[in-house]
């Protein structure tokens, strides 16, 4: 029977392809907490709305009208 | 610039939601930076908009949020940009500070500070004031759609705040030419003045130009400190403004919470330079800037003692700058300093003179202009003769 054994430069090339596996890894799954996203549609379904927000300020404002030039 | 009623400010065009949602920003949920309770549904649109706004932040990256928003990515930035002058206005604290005759801004009375606060300080600028909405002090909005944008826009943020002077120099909206270097479409303003000089580089300096961030002409036009016999003779004298700029906005007066109080002037004014440690020029233009002994009255600084302890006429860089000008521009046959030069009562007007002075702000109305401004009037600094 065959004994299979590493030598120490084996060793160290295993462990540096595995740790630089490892934080290949930990990049992605912190990219993909970005990436895969579900958007919440609730925020932008009134903030597309020009009806709805225009509504609503006239609501707080009592108008909503620009008070001219900057 | 026209102003975004209250609705438009925080619209998001249909259209545009696909590009938002795509950036890399757009991928962020909302609630991360803006908090509030999105899930929280009302009966009707009004309960619905309450509920979720339940402790909405509305400038995520103002100084008390921005290491946990656009610090989260962008920390280098954020950190350096804490000590900027556009985030902290350090030069207009320190000047006030002075003028009152207190060691710093720190030490002026609450009342001065709360008032800064309110009136002066909304001038300052977060990440968001430059890459998301108009600056706060021209109300907000967004510049497109909650884009972000990674270069401010030269007319909804850059003149936004500084438009009354440098934005209608530049854009020749006066009376005078436009500056050479505005070229639509080649040119920005972030050519000159860059991410650097905007963020700052991390050191808290004293205002402004105490440091070797803000642009010099000189960066680009290296090779001219002998191209004609005006920069042979006056090169390292004078600031390349004295000849190169057209005339600028001078502003005589502010009063704390009014604003401007006399009307701004259309002026030119060649000084000694209040500032020789930090530009190496003699002579330099000058302006008046928006102060007198009251300025802040109505913050219950009701003198300032040491109002005469540095000059009202400030170095500056007008943003109007031509090759060709009324001084750089003699008629054929007349000698080339015909235009600049003082002889007689020719060209007087270009100087801050001792006498123009006492004429402009009588001592009976402004009693310490005279003595603020001794240190850059240049009559002793003038060749024998040009004032006999």
């Not at chain 1, 709805?52 to 006239?58: F, I, S, T, V």
């Not at chain 2, 108009?134 to 497109?144: I, K, T």
């Amino acid at each position: 029977m065959h004994t299979y054994r590493l030598s120490l430069k084996q060793a160290l090339t295993t462990l540096v392809l595995l740790i630089g596996l490892l934080a290949l890894f930990s990049c992605e799954e912190e990219s993909d907490t970005i990436v895969d996203h579900e958007y919440d549609s609730s925020c932008l379904s009134c903030h597309t709305d020009s009806d709805a927000l225009l509504a609503l300020a006239e609501e707080e404002t009592g108008g909503g009208e620009s008070s001219g030039e900057g | 610039m026209p102003q975004l009623a209250a609705w438009e400010k925080v619209h998001i065009d249909a259209e545009k939601i696909d590009q938002f949602l795509n950036s890399t920003h757009g991928k962020i949920p909302c609630e991360d930076c803006h908090g509030g309770e999105p899930e929280i549904l009302g009966e009707n649109n009004e309960e619905h908009m309450n509920a979720a706004h339940t402790g909405l932040i509305h400038e995520p990256s103002s100084p008390e949020y921005v290491e946990e928003t656009c610090g989260f990515c962008h920390a280098n930035i954020v950190d350096v940009n804490k000590t900027s002058m556009h985030a902290n206005l350090w030069g207009e604290k320190n000047f006030l500070a002075e003028r009152a005759g207190v060691k710093s801004y720190d030490a002026l009375p609450p009342d001065v500070k709360e008032g800064y606060n309110k009136d002066c300080f909304k001038c300052h600028t977060t990440c968001g004031d430059c890459h998301i909405t108009r600056p706060d002090a021209v109300e907000s909005g967004f510049l497109d759609n909650h884009l972000f944008t990674r270069t401010p826009d030269r007319d909804l943020n850059c003149t936004a705040c500084h438009g009354s002077r440098v934005g209608e120099e530049y854009l020749g909206q006066r009376d005078e030419q436009r500056d050479v270097h505005y070229i639509p479409g080649a040119m920005h303003c972030v050519d000159c003045h860059d991410a650097t000089e905007m963020h700052g580089d991390g050191t808290k300096y004293e205002h402004r130009f105490a440091n070797d961030l803000v642009p010099r002409c000189e960066d680009c036009h290296n090779t001219v400190a002998d191209s004609n016999n005006y920069h042979s003779t006056h090169w390292g004298d004078m600031s390349c403004t004295v000849c190169h700029s057209q005339e600028y906005k001078s502003c005589n007066s502010c009063h704390a919470g009014e604003g401007i109080t006399e009307p701004s002037y259309i002026d030119f004014k060649i000084g000694l330079n209040p500032l020789p440690e930090d530009r190496n020029y003699k002579y330099v233009t000058l302006r008046h800037i928006p102060i007198s002994e009251d300025t802040y009255t109505n913050w219950g600084l009701a003198e300032l003692d040491n109002y005469t302890v540095m000059p009202t006429w400030k170095y500056t860089v007008p943003h109007n700058i031509r090759r060709w000008t009324v001084r750089t521009e003699v008629d054929s046959g007349e000698a080339c300093y015909g235009a600049c030069h003082i002889d007689g009562t020719a060209n007087r007007e270009y100087y801050l003179l001792r006498d123009s002075l006492e004429v402009q702000f009588p001592a009976s109305g402004y009693p310490g202009e005279i003595e603020a401004n001794e240190p850059v009037v240049v009559d002793e600094a003038l060749p024998a003769g040009w004032l006999n």
